[in-house]
């Protein structure tokens, strides 16, 4: 009986240890199985991108711009980026005459991994080397392209524009679509036409809430109830909160939309090698390290024309925070 006894538990012993080996070896090729489509994942993810913003490069013929010494590599020097966001599209038929409907400064500084964010108000009434007179920023895309708003902007603000990229506001939308809406303070009630023109078709109510593409747009060009400074302050914080969803990691199986999102709607000078050097500036902490610029100013209307004059003082501090940052 003994015998019997300690056969029976040895029996259930060697089942008992064969269960677990089982359990440990299905949990092994789970891992397994996870970390090589993990793997796959993203080494889908690197050629997608490489492909798409390897379409999306343009040649400028600069090899460096006029205000710098030495070309400059994003992988260890500070640059800056200048954001123009055209507002052309299908519906307004107006790709050889759009202006630019947001003009923003992007400085990075290596060593801190920081980013300054500065919105230029698209009615600022500055200096355009291409024409040599004065008039909106805005106009400088209409009267010389990407060359000109560069050459414009580097006059205004005295600091080197290393890099720029253009987008479509059809990437606005896509984008933020793709990471599932962004969340924004919407300061007032407002009504205004979505990206086909359709007349006060977004209607937003006051308040913190989840905006879809198309809405976070709406929010981003309306400045019925306020002025250009505002809207750059609106255009600032959406970008941020878009910024920092795409940082999140509930958002990294929506890269793949992402990527498509901006690469099928933006024009850059940066190769793709170079943009991969920026990926560094999103992984130093949880949120990304921001700060953002505004120019102030006064309304200013000689003639039957507005524009935003901008305040002295506080384009002389703006000039000397981005050369700061970029360390000139």
């Known amino acids: 009986m003994t015998f019997y006894n300690d056969k029976h538990r040895n029996r259930s012993t060697v089942r008992k240890k064969k269960r677990k080996l089982k359990k440990r070896a ?119 392209g990407t060359m000109a708003t560069i050459e414009t902007v580097e006059n205004l603000l005295e600091i080197p524009i290393d890099y720029y990229m253009k987008v479509n506001f059809e990437a606005f939308i896509d984008v933020v679509d793709a990471v599932d809406g962004v969340k924004v303070n919407v300061p007032y009630e407002l009504k205004e036409m979505d990206s086909k ?38 255009q600032q914080e959406i970008l941020n909160a878009i910024a920092n969803k795409a940082l999140s990691i509930g958002s990294v199986f929506k890269y793949d939309n992402m990527i498509h999102a901006v690469g099928n709607n933006m024009t850059t000078n940066m190769t793709f090698s170079e943009l991969k050097s920026f990926i560094s500036y999103g992984t130093k902490g949880k949120n990304l390290n921001m700060e953002n610029l505004t120019l102030e100013g006064r309304d200013y209307q000689p003639t039957n024309t507005y524009y935003w004059q901008l305040d002295e003082a506080s384009l002389a501090e703006v000039k000397e925070a981005l050369k700061a940052h970029l360390e000139l």
């Open 197 to 234: 023109d359709k007349k006060d078709s977004i209607h937003l109510m006051p308040g913190e809430q989840k905006l879809n593409g198309e809405e976070a747009l709406a929010l981003a060009r309306t400045r019925k109830l306020d002025n250009d400074v505002e809207r750059g302050k609106r």
């Open 26 to 144: 299905f949990v092994v090729l789970a891992l397994l199985i996870a970390i090589v489509a993990v793997i796959g994942y993203f080494a889908y993810l690197y050629f997608t991108a490489s492909s798409v913003f390897s379409d999306a490069y343009e040649d400028d013929g600069r090899e460096k711009s006029d205000l710098r010494e030495h070309a400059v590599d994003p992988k260890k020097d500070n640059v800056s980026i200048l954001i123009m966001g055209v507002d052309a599209s299908d519906t307004r038929d107006n790709a050889e005459s759009a202006r630019t409907d947001s003009l923003m400064v992007a400085t990075f500084n290596k060593k801190d991994k920081s980013v300054k964010l500065l919105s230029i108000p698209r009615d600022s009434y500055v200096y355009i080397p291409e024409v040599g007179y004065e008039t909106k920023i805005n106009h400088a895309y209409a009267f010389g």
